[in-house]
């Protein structure tokens, strides 16, 4: 059976790819899968539990409950000064991937062009093919803390830009924008007229500032799609919930080809979101604070072992230079992974910039941490490795 070329082309995703090879193998410690090792708060649990003996099994509306619609604009206006309306200008979705997906397919015409960074999340490029869209990548730098800048943003545009994404804080590579940094963005952004679909999952997981929506900028919410959830900093990722915020016109689209895909996300999760809203806050503090105790730790002990790595503003990755060692990414994973089972991810499955990197998560215990790190020390002066 022949399938379609345009899957075919499009490479499976390279953090899988990689760990398909860890799946069976005894005693390794995993800082891949970018994924909290925090359970989901009991009362955000319990609510689900609770929901289910009530009898809670239906379907809801497309759009989401109502209820926790006005739970997303209560907590956007609280936080963030934001004002969208829960009846048209917001969406539930099956995560944060669904919303992503649904944008694109909304926006983008045969041929648009789409502004990318390199590297990037590894879902960003392939959708925008899968769409119809053509990905220009913009190629981003530690010496500028992997961050794109208006002058990236005049460059790489042409005829054909529709639109551009953005993930701050970033995965792989944790970097965010201050305030100032996006009101220089976003002056590029209204003069080229593109439309900005900003993921901004890790918003909450943000430590030496606090985080700026892109869409409370001046003129910004007009040509904004943002993209939340509750998978990272409620540590929800298996219960599948986000959420999309737009132009009333934008969600209208949205919501007509997720209807006819997911038609709706589960109603327990939406119930367990809905309590996550209401009373999650002193869980989503308590594990920042631990990420962040985390973050020192890891960046402190790889450039003590000698891979250089710039601090990450945001999310619980680091992405160090391996470059010293003389291997490719893939070649450094692979034997890290053999001969003193680490996993780690190849730079390169986030894009071609990617190469000379690894993507560590320090979503992992200091325990683990201490040991992996203390594994990799090994693996370099083994090899005689060290930078």
Known sequence: MKISRTVEQIPPSGIRAFFDLVLGMKDVISLGVGEPDFVTAWNIRERAIYSLEEGYTSYTSNKGMEELRREVSRYLKNKYGLDYDYEDEILITVGVSEGFDLSLRTIIEKGDEVLVTDPSYVSYGPIVTLCGGKSVYIKTLPGNGFKVTPQDINKHCSKKTKAIILNYPSNPTGASYSRKELKELS?????????????????????DFEHTPLCVLPDMKKRTIYLNGFSKAFAMTGWRIGYACAPREVIAGMTKVHQYTMMCVPIMSQMAAIEALKNGERSVQEM????????EYVISRLNEIGLSCHKPEGAFYAFPSIKSTSLTSMEFASRLLKEEKVAVVPGTAFGPSGEGYIRISYAS??????????RMERFLSKNKMRG
Do not use: F, G, P, Q
């Not at 002056?187 to 430590?207: F, G, M």
């Open 365 to 374: 215990s200091m325990e683990k941490l201490k040991e992996a790190l203390a």
């Open 187 to 207: 002056a590029a952004i209204r003069k080229k007229n593109l439309i900005v679909i900003s993921d901004e999952i890790y918003c909450d997981l943000t430590y």
């Open 288 to 295: 920042k604070r631990e990420y962040k105790r985390r973050r």
